[in-house]
């Protein structure tokens, strides 16, 4: 395993730097740098000519100047651009914005990604399985800059002016009822009669609560409060035992109702620590939370239980944690909202500049300018997941080790969550790799449309401006992240297939 | 969906045939079998159907180079506004109540200068269609022949063939396409279809690869080794049929991710320069009227969605036709 490791440590690291000396040679010939400047009156060009050649070396031959470059590369500088500014500072106010909604848009996609397709193979031909498909030949066929475009009008100036009077009309209503009960009503594998008593029970709840929500202007001023949020936890306690250990009371389910118990005490005693605290304090709240329920896992589970108990009461202590973070949020809502005149969701920037508040409000802030390209981004990677997701899942359960483990007579549950998905996920693992590059020239062109000053605006100026350097800087940090993401892709493959490890 | 097709199963007894089971069966060719699965593949009818609109529509109506098409107007000339420039094209027929289904003055409306954003949208459409095929077919191409030629030869030809590819995939696409077409591609929209498709093509050349090396040690490339023929014609002759249903996939998905990779690139004013126009690059010019003039926005999106849909649709029809072991329904 280390020699693999190392082998593909150093066939990484040697195809990164050729891949370097390839884009500096053709970033160097893109066109004429000085084009701008022999546009200008005799007297001054001679002069900006000169100096911009020397700042740029191009009196010197392209490959000389790609060793130049490198050179400060090596040292930890990234040369300026053609008027001189520094790249290296360029690159730092850049990176944050981008990996942010890189990183948001991957973690998402993939979790929602796989889920749906999972959920999808295994109701293989049903309404849902169908609707997803064709979703997800939609989503491969939507331009990214027209839907970032189409977010933009009416994911933020029209939900924006719509929150000033924050009411949905009956049919708005309707449709979404009808949605939420077609998709129940497909997750169940049973007879006509409970399928649509499903259906009915889902749109109506669904209907009743958007009625009372809109009636109340609840969007304006939003918040769960304490009854929701015990119920959340509550049902993310049953949800998440049922998941590891099925629906009956044994320790498991005893465990994740103690810590769904403890996360809505907590929800009260830390009322008062939670006006403006910091992401330290926030971080330690987290581990103090994991360790809490790990020990409550750990004891209530016993000796026979441990395995599922602990595991269900870490995610059902971070699932009541993060309702709780949600209400507190959404609480900050009204007043961040009043704070930028009514426009909480940005259309213009990675953040509103010169912004002060508390936490909360920044918090919101970074989600208001966040929430739309994230989605855009969302759209394009998630279809992809989706489907290698679906497909790699109706692989593995036509699987003889599936047919074995369902003769010998083990739950559905368990053959599924363990036999099938975890041998479906292995495949994903090299999508995650390939996915990388798309979503980075993706947050470009969303970038773009949003008009944030990121790692987009880094290169498409590069190349309008025929300037290498602020193009060498997208290409370090892009083709790191890719080189990065397919070896570790690679090295998780072979440590999941042992097939790959041992051969 | 794929229906078992009747053909005798291996170690039947003589004496019982088909005919005499009162069994109808009729023996098809490979070519036949997956024309017929195609076929049989809805979605990818539909595609084939939506696909051939928009290239009827598109090539019919403003003509093609010389030849005149029916549409009285073309993507230059400007007229006085009518009805604010909007869509005039009506499609609620008169006995519902509505105007009758009629195309109108302007169908698509009109631009702020009074252009017909008909024949703007057709020639976008009719330009994007022509890079994306030229895309499609170079990147299938360049990446068949490097793929059979990394699989079927070992050692240095193979390890340098797919370190370039390593090395390809370490550049995001879109940074690679921006630069190719920004160096190449300015001149005219041949030369740009030619140089994206020079750098779209890493995905096939491994899919190919794949597949070359495993069929290189079967026992048919054996014997035509043994009898000496030439590498050329064992790679041309008998290893790329046996991968002709992987290169016709990749061709038509290829295809469909190069109208969105060409219509990005000039969105962001890289790819298609005036006066050329395509449909990326329209809707780059009038993103600003999404309030005013929404038409604008929407025809060239819903253009260029049909077309990659209808595409993708149609490729994973012919996947499923080629091999429908994908398709199994769960035992």
């Known amino acids: 395993m280390l020699a693999f490791i190392t082998r593909r440590l150093v066939t990484s690291v040697l195809i990164f730097f050729s891949a370097t000396f390839v884009v500096y040679i053709m970033a160097a010939n893109l066109g004429d740098p000085l084009a701008d400047l022999r546009e200008l009156p005799p007297q001054d060009r001679e002069a900006a000519i000169a100096d911009r050649t020397e700042r740029m070396n191009l009196d010197k031959p392209v490959v000389a100047r790609y060793f130049l470059w490198l050179g400060g590369v090596l040292t930890g500088d990234l040369g300026t651009n053609r008027v001189g500014q520094d790249v290296n500072l360029m690159l730092e106010r850049a990176l944050g914005a981008t990996l942010q909604l890189v990183l948001a848009a991957t973690v998402l996609s993939i979790v929602i990604g796989v889920g749906i397709g999972v959920i999808s193979a295994l109701r293989q031909y049903s309404a849902l399985d ?5 979703g997800v030949f939609v989503c491969f066929s939507l331009p990214v800059f027209w839907v970032a475009t189409l977010l933009k009008q009416y994911g933020a100036i029209e939900f924006n002016d719509w929150l000033a009077d924050p009411s949905l009309a009956w049919w708005v209503i309707g449709l979404i009822a009808l949605f939420m009960g077609a998709v129940f009503s497909s997750l169940l594998v049973t007879d006509r009669r409970t399928r649509l008593m499903a259906f009915g029970v889902a749109a109506a709840v669904t209907a009743v609560l958007l009625a009372v929500l809109s009636a109340t202007a609840w969007f304006a001023d939003p918040g769960l409060g304490p009854i929701v949020i015990g119920l959340t936890a509550g049902a993310a306690a049953v949800g998440f035992a049922t998941l590891f250990s099925g629906l009956e009371w044994n320790p498991t389910m005893k465990a994740a109702a103690i810590c769904a118990a403890l996360g809505l005490v907590s929800h009260f005693a830390l009322l008062p620590f939670l006006d403006d605290p910091t992401w330290w304090f926030m971080g330690l709240l987290a581990l103090l939370t994991v360790a809490i329920c790990w020990a409550v896992g750990y004891f209530v589970g016993g000796e026979l239980y441990r ?45 509103t500049p010169n912004y002060s508040g508390s936490f909360w409000d920044h918090g919101l802030d970074s989600f208001g300018s966040l929430i739309l390209p994230t989605m855009a981004l969302l759209l394009i990677s998630l279809a992809s997941y989706t489907r290698y997701s679906r497909a790699s899942m109706l692989e593995v359960m036509n699987q003889d080790y599936v047919r074995t483990a369902r003769a010998k007579g083990l739950p559905e549950r368990t053959v599924i ?7 479906g996920l292995i495949p994903i693992t090299t999508l995650v790799a390939f996915d990388i590059g798309t979503v980075l ?10 008009g944030w000053r990121a790692m ?12 290498p350097n602020p193009v060498m800087a997208f290409f370090l940090v892009a083709g790191t992240a890719i080189v990065v993401f397919n070896m570790i892709a690679d090295i998780v493959y072979a440590y999941l297939d042992p097939r790959i490890r041992l051969s | 969906m794929v229906q078992p097709t009747p053909a005798a199963a291996p170690g039947q007894t003589p004496g019982t045939s088909d005919a005499a089971q009162g069994m109808n069966v009729k023996a098809r060719t490979q070519t036949q079998l997956v024309i017929r699965r195609f076929l049989r593949h809805r979605g990818a009818i539909a ?6 609109f928009v290239i009827a529509l598109a090539v019919t109506s403003i003509g093609a180079g010389p030849i005149p098409g029916w549409w009285d107007k073309n993507h230059i000339g400007t007229a006085d506004l009518v009805n604010g420039g909007r869509p005039t094209l009506g499609l609620w027929p008169g006995f519902l109540g509505g105007g009758g289904v009629h195309l109108g003055e302007h169908p698509f409306g009109q631009d702020n200068i009074g252009r017909d954003y008909f024949a703007v949208v057709m020639r976008g459409t009719q330009v994007s269609l022509v890079i994306a095929v030229i895309v499609g077919v ?3 191409a360049v990446g068949t022949v490097i793929g059979a030629v990394a699989g079927y030869f070992r050692g240095a030809a193979e390890a340098t063939l797919m370190r370039a590819t390593d090395l390809m995939i370490t550049i995001p696409t879109l940074l690679f396409a921006a630069m190719v077409a920004v160096m190449w591609g300015n001149q005219n929209i041949v030369t740009l279809g030619l140089v994206l498709g020079a750098v779209t093509w890493t995905q096939t050349a491994r899919l190919v690869r794949g597949e070359v090396l495993a069929l290189r040690e079967k026992e048919f490339v054996e014997a035509a080794r043994s009898v000496g023929t030439s590498a050329a014609r064992i790679i041309f002759k008998h290893l790329l049929p046996n991968v002709i249903g992987i290169i016709v996939v990749s061709v038509t998905l290829a295809i469909s991710s190069a109208i969105l990779l060409e219509s990005a690139l000039s969105f962001l004013g890289l790819g298609v320069q005036a006066p050329d126009t395509s449909l990326g690059k329209i809707i780059n010019e009038y993103r600003t009227a999404m309030m005013t003039r929404p038409w604008l926005f929407y025809w060239p999106g819903a253009f260029i969605i049909a077309t990659a849909l209808s595409i993708n649709f149609i490729g994973d029809g012919l996947r499923d036709a080629f091999d429908p072991r994908q398709n199994r329904v769960r035992a």
């Open chain 1, 307 to 351: 395995r599922s108990a602990v595991p269900v009461s870490i995610l059902t202590g971070l699932f009541t944690a993060a309702v709780i973070f949600v209400d507190r949020m959404l609480q900050s809502f009204a007043s961040f909202s009043e704070s930028v005149r009514g426009r909480p969701i940005s259309t213009i920037g990675a953040s």
């Open chain 1, 417 to 423: 969550l363990r036999h099938a998905f975890r041998n």
């Open chain 1, 456 to 467: 987009g605006d880094l290169l498409i100026t590069g190349i309008n401006e025929r300037d």
């Open chain 1, 130 to 134: 169908l609707g997803v498909t064709f």
């Open chain 2, 138 to 140: 170079v990147a299938t």
């Open chain 1, 441 to 450: 020239g993706g947050a470009v062109i969303i970038e773009t449309v949003f």
């Open chain 2, 47 to 52: 595609g084939m159907a939506l696909l051939f």
